[in-house]
């Protein structure tokens, strides 16, 4: 053999009731077609996840078929057209990551169809065939972990997160927002298991991932136990033993972020760039964005509209005389996977990212995203140690600009409550630069009950277990912030609009005059408000 | 060389010193920023774990203080510079102008109807007003009138002078200067007392935020029957009285995260004595104490924590604790932890064990006085095991709380074994 | 403090004086250390209350011996406050726990000489109660008017059983007893017997009530010499028990036997050397 | 001052009354003129005056010359509460030369004009009645003399440990001489048989070795090691004491004061976690004492039990050291294990050397500074710890409350835990077990917090037990005639702010022989005994106010009622087998008087007569 030629590796989703049986039909007619595709029956073709096809293609798929029965035919009504949908996002998607949207397609199969069928796996062979094969580095297997490490591992963590010094005081469990809902649920207990040696469960048990990370524990105990670092250090070692999170979109955005840390091929993250906006390549001042160009996509059904805060960040820079890089090599920060047990893929961003800062020449690197920054500081700081440009949030930007006067702002502003993300406050203890910068902006700012360090958390974390306390905890927060009687709640985290917005959205059992409060992101309020 | 002894600071510890120097035919100068000797005892209602009445035990010594031959009482004075060494200390005490010439003034209050303005009162802790002229509290020694000078608007702004008006002693002048006194002394004790913790930037208490949350100082003086409230029980929101209290433990303290890693010693007590007056005050009261340890480990104490528990009906759980509120009633509702289930229950009113810290202006004397204090502003003895009290500084001796956390009996001790310290240090310098 | 005085300056105005008006005179006697101080707090505070308290200063309220509180009420006072400290916090460590024992005897007594024993009142004052005594005397002066004038200065015969209490009060016998009950209660008698409380009472009970009547014995023949038919009739006492009476008496050689009309003999009380 | 005027107690009395405006507090609620011409009707009064303030000089001067121009001999102030202000008027009579004991105050103001400030008439009527008391009361007072004591500038104190040193040394520095009687050979008590102290890491011995020596070596200072009291006889100021030695002649001697100082054990825990049943069940001295002999088994598990006997077990008290001590015992095993090994004889095993550091990576380190030390929104300093060898021996503290109080002991159980001590906290409901599982020995408890039972197999059971009172506390108690109080501990006069002292004047206590205590604890009290003790040594005297009680010889049958209730043994009985008082020692309460069952015992300056005199005024109708 001299030269092998590629085959493609297609994987085919299929609807029981028209595109299998469409296959079935191409079969008893003896319709040839190429070998490549292997078909997956699923009974709709709206049960296909976006997830499915990013896993697929992960996994090594060349290209992913997805097939369901003609619009208005469906089986079950309607499911074609979520499909439709979210095939557009999973697409839209794969074009940002630079994967390309050409790697996968959506057909319409009828159950009398198995000519199209038939022709459908020939082009799209072929299709697939000319892209060649899937630019994705091809994943090894796992190695297996020892469950007879697992106390050493434990013993590990204990002596990271100063577990030893916990004196069962319980005051974590009294600010716990999960514990208030969960009565199965404290942080103490946890640490408390682990320190009496009682590790196996592991492998099990789930209260790893019920936390929600917010480290209201963390700020209240007296003795500075890092519960929240202990919680990472178990989720690590729980999905060695596939004991592993129930994630948003089915796992789509960990799919994302991992293939971002895999991925050599060019994204294309920079799409809400508008060209009002200044940016360079090299500079003093590198801008990182964060993923909101993927959020963008996966939420457009939402009215969430992510773009605009960078957008807003870029106009307040550019307001003030400053020219940000902002780089499409940039890949996410890695801090959802990292929360969610996966710190090989942190390690891989980590290194991607340190080098396109390097390279930009910058001397600060700024912030709008709180996971990024908490990310930067600490998590690559503790491996990479000290770096040696400086990492700010926005707002303490806008605070300073502020106080050297480089902006200036309209007068009359709203009356405002600000939402203290656990990143940006608890993590990172940031609590008056978002709201200087918004009195700056001459906003009135009213505090919830429980703000600052207090401030109750917006449910979810790194996009794992969104479920009923997660929906009462972000009920919560909006009562408290309409209760302020304020005009606006300010969040100064992707998440905490995402998250807090979708409460408002999906039906709860709260008359809607208690929570419908607009939520808008802090950059955006300050850009608004500049003269 | 000289057989005087100079105290600084007025309350229990520097009182029993004072007493013992004074009794041993000592001259005792006893100074006190206040302007009454009695400190931190004399707010208190009851004490453990006797339940004695503390005004009624202290008065006594107050006075015998006062007038004792032998002493000296300065007060609402403070120490400005210290000089020399042991045997011969030179001290320069500024004693502020008081505004009411203290050989004259009778105590008898008329000037107090007069005086229009409104200040919180200190002693009260805020739970009721005094005036500009004012004194601290009723069995106050010297039982003088003072003026607070930043308050009068006599001599703030040249307007009133009522009070002067209604004085038949002539002992009111608003012309009064602040006087620096030197005194030569041959040794010195230092017993400067605590403060209570202002626990309002521990916002887990909502301590400040919701109406009936009160510092323990707070609650001891609304049950002292002298108090702003003459002894009943009030909730802030609505002056019901409340049924069910809840006592929170180590607010502040036993917590390197806000700063005072330490242990308070007396609070695991006196939350349970307050918690037993509650009852006696009125049988439907019932009390909870949430606490990390129950540290009581003095003589009698833990009896006296079986009798709470027995006689009292008195709730002991085991779990830190924070409070949220009900909005609509102002009923605190405090979290807390059994077993790892978070519980939240619905009280009247909740008392926090607040942090005593050693006083702010300890720091500045123990500079003046080249005394070392630790990390969290405690005075250091130089020798801990054996010779407690004694500092770097020959001649120098420490008592009370500001030497480190201690409770009556033990500040009382110490202010007696700093005398005897004194007393050897005159006789062994040649005194 | 300044609240209470605009609250009584404000209603400062003479009342019209009810000079007909029967106003009690009572006695208080309270200790230093507490009850005078409390008193002391309530005149700072300007707590008001009516005037008919006279108070006596006393070191302790344990000085307060029963013969001093009967003597007062044989020579008329309408009422008697005594203060002290709140017990375990007397000044002299126990003294207040003596006044309370010795309270139940002066009211056991004054029960048996027919006085109205609510018109003794033991109360704890604490030196911070300024507030309290007020209350207290405020509260006892209405109770004292209730129960009207003594009637010791008018009646005769009540004046003598006031007196015999008083006499009885002065008993080895019975201030033995109330002084030892203490001890007899907390570390047991030379057998090391502890009594329970309601035993001893009992016991003192039994005691006060012959005391009594032997004191009365002797007011009544004090007065003349009586047979012992003519004291049974007076003191509504059994001739037996009076005999008996008259036999301890006689053994302690305090009453002598006369036999006026030859028959009968009749009993006059030996009286000691001029003292009253 | 004047000279003194002779006042002898038949002179018809010359009283003279002062009646004070105070301003308008009295003069404003009561006729305050009419009350003092009313006072110049009554019997022997010779003078009466009203002042605007009786306290202000010009009041002071018109005492002084009533006294001198009328002839006085009794003097009435009626105007505020004695309470503050009978020293001031007191010393004026005094200064005129008159007895301050011929003083009496009436207080028409606490007690009169400021409570009836809205019945003039009626206030005034009882202003009358007061004054006409005060007036009755002063024609029966008569002259007192304050009488004095004198004392022996010496003492006794009994108990050589480091309380009894403390004190000792203390009244020798201040310039008495002093016995030191200690039963045993040694000086050093408790102490000396500890391993190391907390809050030092110095040992025992080396931490006490200057204390004996300069103990030793005081001039001031008679010891008298293998010597216990035989017997006290006397009161303050004059003791005679006797004290004997096996096999030598007694010694006798005159002391002014005692100290007792005489310490407590350590409780035996017969019965309780398998003690004396299973080998390698100690309790803390124990374990202090295998520590100092450098003789520790080969362990990699250590469990300490709390409270083992205390706190409602046997005992009804906290210990209040034994926690400490155990976290001290605690770090020291996990820090210095390796050099505490030995061979012991009692528990003999092999020596195997175990290595102490574990080595801890650096970035962990670090990586924990970082997370922790990140404090309320600011950069806080994290500290240094030095890892123990968490993985070699484990050291289990059982316990039920740590009763680490105050700053050093707190920050020490922190320490402790750094150092990977466990705590593991029990109840009452779920005690721990200690029982051999084969060959062994294993502790059994029931985690509160999870609600599990779990074991963990040991190799040695610490049992810390409570600190009990002297077994012959008694016997020196009832040769002092002072209380012992719960549990055979000493009991002070007064809890809050009498610690030191004994109601008995004279007598003073201090260290664990009062209750438990830790060493700077026991040597503070010892010191403050010192102060207490050097009182009435440094005055020569004790001189008692004239309220003191006075017997009858005439009356008394020597019933002795009186001394068993007088709680400051100020009753004695004398030769003659009656009471007598010992002055020096009353407080005149009067609680002998009101007991005494032959009224042979009356006050002075409160006698019944006086009493009864003031109160019977009160019921006569105005004259």
Redesign the interface.
């Known amino acids: 053999m001299t030269e092998q030629k590629f085959e493609p590796s297609i994987v085919a989703f299929c609807c029981n009731w028209c595109s299998y049986a469409g296959a079935d039909l191409a079969g008893v007619s003896r319709m040839q077609y190429p070998t490549n595709a292997r078909v997956i029956r699923v009974m709709c073709s709206g049960r296909i996840e976006p997830y499915f096809i990013l896993k697929s293609l992960e996994l090594g798929a060349d290209g992913v078929l997805v097939t369901g029965c003609h619009i208005g035919d469906c089986h079950y009504i309607s499911g074609n057209e979520e499909a439709e949908k979210r095939m557009k996002m999973t697409m839209e998607v794969l074009d940002k990551l630079g994967i390309g949207r050409n790697r996968m397609r959506l057909e319409w199969i009828s159950a009398s169809e198995g000519q199209k069928f038939a022709q459908t796996m020939k082009d799209f062979t072929e299709q697939i065939r000319a892209l060649g094969p899937n630019p994705l580095p091809k994943q090894a297997g796992q190695k297996k972990p020892d469950p007879a490490k697992i106390k050493d591992v434990m013993n590990r963590i204990i002596e990271d997160t100063g577990a030893f010094d916990c004196v069962e005081c319980g005051k974590c469990t009294t600010v716990c927002p999960v514990a208030k809902y969960n009565p199965n649920f404290a942080p103490r207990t946890v640490v408390l298991k682990a320190s009496e040696g009682i590790v196996e469960n592991v492998q099990t048990n789930r209260d790893v991932w019920t936390c929600v990370t917010c480290e209201m524990c963390n700020s209240m105990c007296p003795y500075k136990v890092d519960y929240s670092g202990f919680i990472r250090g178990m989720r690590a070692e729980a999905v060695k033993y596939d004991n592993v999170p129930v994630c948003s979109q089915g796992g789509l955005m960990q799919e994302v972020m991992r293939i971002q840390a895999d991925s050599t091929v060019k994204q294309s993250r920079l799409d809400w760039l508008k060209p009002d906006l200044k940016v360079a390549d090299k500079g003093e001042v590198f801008y990182f964005t964060g993923c909101v160009s993927y959020f963008d996509s996966i939420f457009k059904e939402r009215p969430l509209k992510l773009s605009g805060i960078p957008q807003a960040v870029v106009r307040i820079m550019n307001k003030a005389g400053i020219t940000p890089v902002v780089s499409n090599d940039e890949v996410c920060c890695g801090h959802d996977l990292n929360w969610t047990g996966d710190e090989a893929a942190l390690k891989k961003l980590m290194k991607k990212n340190v080098e396109t800062i390097k390279a930009s020449g910058a001397k600060k690197v700024v912030f709008s995203c709180p996971e990024c920054l908490r990310t930067f500081n600490m998590d690559y700081q503790d491996i990479m140690g000290d770096f040696d440009f400086e990492m700010v949030h926005i707002s303490e930007l806008v605070d300073d600009l502020v106080k050297e006067g480089k902006l200036k702002f309209k007068k009359g502003q709203k009356k405002v409550t600000f939402q203290d993300s656990c990143r940006l406050g608890r993590h990172l203890g940031i609590y008056d630069p978002p709201r200087n910068a918004l009195k700056a902006a001459d906003a009135q700012v009213v505090e919830m009950d429980n703000n600052r360090d207090k401030a109750l958390c917006c449910g979810v974390s790194a996009w794992a277990t969104c479920d009923e306390t997660s929906r009462k905890l972000q009920v919560d927060r909006l009562k408290e912030a309409k209760k302020t009687g304020a005009e606006c709640l300010v969040t100064g985290c992707y998440k905490c609009l995402i998250h807090l917005s979708c409460a408002q959205e999906n039906k709860t059992q709260v008359p809607k005059e208690q929570i419908d409060i607009p939520i808008k992101d802090l950059s955006v309020v300050i850009a608004e408000a500049l003269e | 060389m000289t057989k005087d002894v100079m105290v600084i600071g007025g309350g229990i510890a520097g009182i029993q010193a004072a007493l013992d120097l004074a009794d041993k035919g000592m001259i005792v100068h006893l100074v006190e920023k206040t302007p009454s000797i009695g400190g931190r005892m004399a707010q208190l209602?009851k004490t453990f774990p006797?339940?004695?009445?503390?005004?009624?035990?202290l008065?006594?010594k107050m006075a015998d203080c006062f007038s004792h031959p032998n002493t000296n009482v300065i007060t609402y004075a403070e120490v400005v510079g210290v000089e020399g060494k042991v045997g011969s200390f030179k001290v320069k005490v500024l004693k502020k102008a008081r505004y009411v010439d203290e050989t004259k003034c009778t105590g008898c209050?008329e000037c107090?109807?007069k005086c229009p303005s409104k200040v919180p009162s200190e002693f009260e802790m805020g739970l009721s007003n005094r005036?500009a002229i004012y004194m601290p509290f009723?069995?106050a020694v010297p039982r003088v009138m003072t003026i607070d000078k930043e308050h009068c608007t006599m001599i703030t702004k040249g307007k009133c002078g009522n009070c002067k008006k209604a004085c038949k002693r002539e002992a009111i002048d608003y012309e009064m200067k602040d006087k620096i006194l030197e005194l030569e002394v041959g040794a010195i004790v230092v017993a400067t007392g605590f403060d209570s913790w202002d626990p309002s930037s521990a916002t887990e208490y909502g301590y400040g935020r919701y109406p009936n949350v009160f510092t323990a100082l707070e609650y001891e003086r609304m049950i002292?029957?002298?108090g702003p409230t003459?002894?009943h029980i009030e909730r802030r929101s609505d002056k019901k009285r409340p049924i069910k209290m809840a006592f929170i433990q180590c607010v502040g303290s036993r917590n390197p995260q806000v700063g005072h890693p330490y242990c308070c010693s007396v609070c695991c007590m006196h939350s349970t004595k307050e918690s037993m007056l509650a009852r006696e005050h009125h049988d439907d009261m019932e009390s909870t104490i949430f606490y990390k340890d129950m540290r009581a480990c003095a003589k009698g104490f833990w009896e006296y924590i079986e009798r709470a528990k027995r006689d009292y009906g008195v709730r002991y759980v085991n779990s830190d604790a924070t409070v949220q509120e009900n909005a609509e009633t102002h009923n605190p509702i405090v979290v807390y932890d059994v077993g790892g289930r978070q519980q939240s229950e619905e009280f009247d009113m909740v008392v926090l064990a607040t942090t005593l810290v050693p006083r702010k202006e300890t720091l500045e004397l123990a500079k003046v006085l080249g005394l070392k204090a630790d990390e969290f502003g405690f005075l250091e003895s130089s020798e801990r095991i054996l010779e407690f009290g004694k500092t770097v500084v020959p001649g120098i001796y420490l008592a009370g709380y500001a030497a480190g956390p201690a409770d009556i009996p033990e500040s009382v001790a110490q202010g007696s074994s700093a005398a005897a310290k004194a007393v050897e240090a005159i006789v062994q310098a040649g005194g | 403090?300044?609240e209470n005085?605009?609250h009584?300056?404000a209603?400062?105005?003479?009342?019209p004086?009810g000079a007909n008006e029967w106003?009690p005179?009572i006695?208080g006697?309270l200790c230093?250390?507490?009850s005078?101080?409390g008193?002391?707090?309530?005149?700072?505070?300007?707590?008001?209350?009516?005037?008919n308290v006279?108070?006596?200063?006393?070191?302790?309220s344990?000085?307060?011996?029963?013969?001093?509180v009967l003597?007062?009420f044989t020579?008329?006072?309408d009422g008697i406050l005594v203060g002290g400290?709140?017990l375990?916090?007397c000044?002299?460590?126990?003294?207040n726990f003596?006044t309370e024992k010795?309270l139940r005897l002066m009211k056991k007594l004054l029960e048996d000489a027919g006085i109205e024993p609510q018109r003794l009142r033991l109360e704890w004052v604490?030196?911070?109660?300024?507030?309290?005594f007020?209350k207290i005397v405020t509260e006892f002066t209405e109770q004292v008017k209730k129960l009207g004038p003594s009637k010791v200065k008018k009646d005769a015969a009540l004046k003598t059983r006031a007196s015999a209490a008083d006499g009885a009060s002065?008993?080895?016998?019975l201030?033995?007893l109330?002084?030892?009950e203490?001890?007899l209660e907390k570390t047991g008698n030379v057998y090391g017997q502890k009594l329970d409380q309601t035993e001893l009472e009992k016991l003192i009970d039994a005691a006060t009530k012959d005391e009594f009547e032997r004191s009365l014995i002797l007011e009544l023949s004090k007065q003349k010499a009586r047979s012992v038919k003519e004291l049974g009739q007076i003191m509504d006492v059994p001739t037996d028990k009076v005999l008996r009476h008259i036999v301890v008496l006689r053994q302690k050689n305090m009453i002598a036997m006369e036999h006026p009309d030859g028959l009968t003999p009749t009993y006059k009380a030996i009286e000691i050397g001029g003292e009253q | 001052m004047a000279d003194t005027i002779k006042v002898d107690p038949k002179d018809k009395p010359r009283i003279g009354v002062f009646v004070c405006h105070c301003g308008t507090n009295i003069g404003g609620?009561v006729d305050v003129k009419s009350v003092a011409e009313y006072a110049k009707t009554l019997p022997d009064v010779i003078y009466a005056t009203d002042n605007l303030y009786t306290c202000a000089e010009d009041g002071l001067v018109s005492i002084r010359e009533g006294i001198r121009k009328h002839n006085l001999n009794r003097i009435i102030v009626a105007s505020c509460?004695?309470?503050t202000h009978a020293p001031l008027f007191q010393a004026t009579c005094e200064s005129a030369g008159l007895n301050k004991y011929l003083f009496t105050f009436v207080?028409i103001?606490?007690?009169?004009s400021?409570?009836?400030?809205?019945?003039?008439?009626?206030?005034t009527?009882?202003a009358r009645?007061?004054i006409r008391?005060g007036v009755a009361r002063a024609r029966l007072l008569i002259p007192q003399e304050e009488q004095r004591v004198d004392v022996e500038p010496s003492g006794v104190v009994i108990g050589g440990g480091v309380a009894g040193m403390t004190a000792a040394l203390s009244l020798a520095d201040m310039g008495f001489p002093v016995h030191l009687v200690e039963r045993e050979a040694e000086l050093g008590g408790f102490v000396k048989n500890l391993n190391n102290l907390y809050v030092t890491e110095k040992s025992a011995t080396d931490t006490i070795k200057p204390l004996i020596e300069k103990t030793k070596a005081h001039k001031n200072v008679k010891l008298h090691l293998g010597s216990q009291m035989k017997s006290v006889e006397g009161f303050i100021g004059n003791y005679e004491i006797v004290i004997g030695a096996k096999g030598a002649e007694d010694i006798k001697a005159k002391v002014g004061t005692i100290i007792v100082a005489t310490g407590a054990l350590e409780y035996v825990p017969e019965g309780l976690y398998g003690y004396n049943q299973y080998p390698n069940v100690v309790t803390l001295t124990e374990f202090e004492i295998l520590c100092k002999k450098k003789a520790l088994p080969k362990m990699k598990n250590v469990a300490i039990i709390q409270c083992a006997g205390s706190r409602g077990q046997v005992k009804t008290y906290c210990s209040r050291v034994c926690c400490n001590v155990a976290i001290k015992n605690a770090i020291n095993i996990v820090d210095n294990y390796d050099n505490m090994l030995g061979l012991a004889e009692q528990l003999g095993t092999v020596i195997e050397k175990v290595p102490v550091e574990q080595k801890v990576p650096e970035e962990i380190i670090e990586r924990r500074r970082r997370r922790r030390g990140r404090e309320r929104g600011e950069e806080g300093e994290a500290d240094e710890v030095k890892l123990g060898p968490s993985e070699k021996i484990e050291v289990t503290v059982f316990n039920r409350d740590i009763m680490a109080y105050g700053v050093e002991h707190e920050l020490t159980y922190n320490k402790a835990r750094e150092k990977r001590v466990k705590f593991v906290r029990y109840t009452t409901d779920h005690l721990p077990r200690v029982y051999m599982e084969g060959n062994q020995l294993t502790v059994g408890y029931f985690h509160e917090t999870l609600k599990l039972e779990r074991t963990m197999p040991v190799d040695m059971v610490i049992l810390s037990t409570p600190l009990v009172a002297q077994p012959d506390a008694g016997d020196l108690s009832q040769m002092l005639k002072v209380p012992l109080g719960q549990e055979g501990f000493f009991l002070e006069?007064?809890v809050k702010l009498r610690p030191v002292d004994f109601?008995t004047d004279g007598i003073f206590v201090c260290g664990t022989c009062r209750g438990p205590a830790d060493i700077t604890e026991a040597v503070t009290q010892a010191s403050a005994a010192a102060s207490r003790a050097a009182i009435p040594m440094a005055k020569g005297y004790v001189q008692a106010e004239a309220?003191t009680s006075v017997v009858d010889e005439n009356k008394c049958?020597g019933?002795g009622?009186?001394i068993?209730?007088c709680?400051y043994g100020a009753l004695r009985k004398s030769e003659k087998g009656l009471a007598e008082v010992i002055v020096a020692a009353c407080?005149?309460?009067?609680?002998c008087?009101?007991?005494?069952?032959?009224?042979a015992i009356t006050?002075t300056n409160?006698t019944?007569a006086q009493?009864?005199a003031?109160?019977?005024a009160?019921?006569q109708e105005e004259v």
């Open positions: 209602d006797t339940n004695d009445c503390s005004i009624c035990i008065a006594p209050g107090l109807e005036k009723m069995q002292n029957a002298a003459h002894g | 403090m300044a005085v605009q009584a300056i209603q400062k105005k003479d009342e004086a106003e005179k006695i006697f230093n250390w507490c005078y101080a008193a002391d707090l309530c005149g700072v505070s300007r707590y008001q209350y009516p005037t006279r108070a006596v200063r006393v070191m302790c344990t000085r307060i011996s029963p013969h001093i003597e007062l020579a008329g006072a400290c709140h375990n916090d000044h002299y460590i126990t003294g003596y010795r604490s030196a911070s109660e300024g507030e309290k007020s002065q008993t080895f016998r201030r033995a109330v002084g030892k203490l001890g | 609620f509460t004695p309470r207080n103001r606490e007690h009169c400021w409570v009836h400030m809205k019945e003039r008439e009626k206030g009527t009882k009645d007061l008391m006069a007064h109601a309220l049958s019933c009622t009186c068993q209730v709680p407080k005149g309460c009067g609680c008087g009101a007991t005494c069952p032959e009224g006050m409160y019944d009493l009864l003031e109160a019977k009160a019921l």
